[in-house]
């Protein structure tokens, strides 16, 4: 390269990798209603389009690619946003538009989670080629139908793939089960994490957190050890 910059040749920069695959996956199994549905995909937009969302996509070394499926029973997973790179404010806002403008695709199915992930794992096949992959799965609810988590994490391909949830509460008599069963069953990875809705209405607030937490740029210290910043 040098040689050639002597010669007066133009010598081009080689592109920022991506920083972070990041695939998102809502649930839109029976328990979630109309209303709630409305609430999630709202929710979604106004979380990427809310400043310190943005400020964390945009903060670089590298853009952030994102995609967005939903999900419900055994064979009932659909694209909602593609694979895109979230490399700007317009990006982001067209981004946001298209998740907004969605609609669900099924309403009557049950919860088959360990499907859901199973799917994941095959979007992530093509995925571009980011420097970290995260999952972050979204549901009111645990797996009623098929196999589980545990198995699908067995069967799989989740190798460098850290998977987050959002448990969203109001559904059953008992919020804790459904925040338990994320902890314990779903997250999977070094540094994974469950966020806490109370209900559909506070799935924005629950969004904003996690997505800023999810996409802000790690810090490197001397050790090598990665500090997620707040």
């Known amino acids: 390269m040098v040689r050639l910059a002597l010669l007066g040749l133009a010598v081009p920069a080689p592109a920022e990798a991506c920083r972070l695959a990041l695939l998102l996956a809502l ?3 029976s328990s979630v209603d109309r209303a709630e549905d409305a609430l ?3 929710g979604l937009a106004a979380a990427l389009t809310a400043p310190a969302v943005q ?3 945009l903060s670089g070394p590298g853009p952030v690619a994102l995609a967005v499926y939903e999900w419900s029973g055994r064979n009932q997973q659909k694209l909602v946003l593609g694979w895109r790179f979230l490399d700007s404010p317009a990006a ?3 981004a946001a538009g298209e998740i907004a403008g969605s609609r669900r695709s099924h309403a009557e199915f049950p919860t088959a989670m360990g499907f859901a992930l199973g799917h994941a794992s095959k979007m992530f096949e093509t995925a571009p080629a980011c420097l970290s992959r995260t999952l972050d799965v ?7 139908d098929g196999f589980g988590p545990d198995l699908a994490y067995r069967n799989f391909q989740f190798d460098g793939i850290t998977v987050n949830g959002l448990a969203i509460g109001g559904a059953t008599g008992d919020d804790g089960d459904v925040f338990d069963y994320y902890r314990d069953h779903v997250i999977r990875g070094p540094g994974a994490f469950v966020e806490t809705a109370g209900d559909f209405e506070d799935f924005e607030r629950a969004m ?7 996409v802000s740029v790690r810090v490197y210290g001397a050790l090598g050890e990665g500090i997620a910043l707040p």
């Open 208 to 214: 904003r957190r996690k997505l800023k937490r999810e």
């Open 55 to 57: 400020a964390a996509f």
């Open 92 to 94: 982001i806002t067209r």
């Open 40 to 42: 999630q995909r709202a």
């Open 138 to 144: 979204s549901g009111d609810g645990v797996n009623n």
């Open 27 to 29: 649930d839109v199994s």
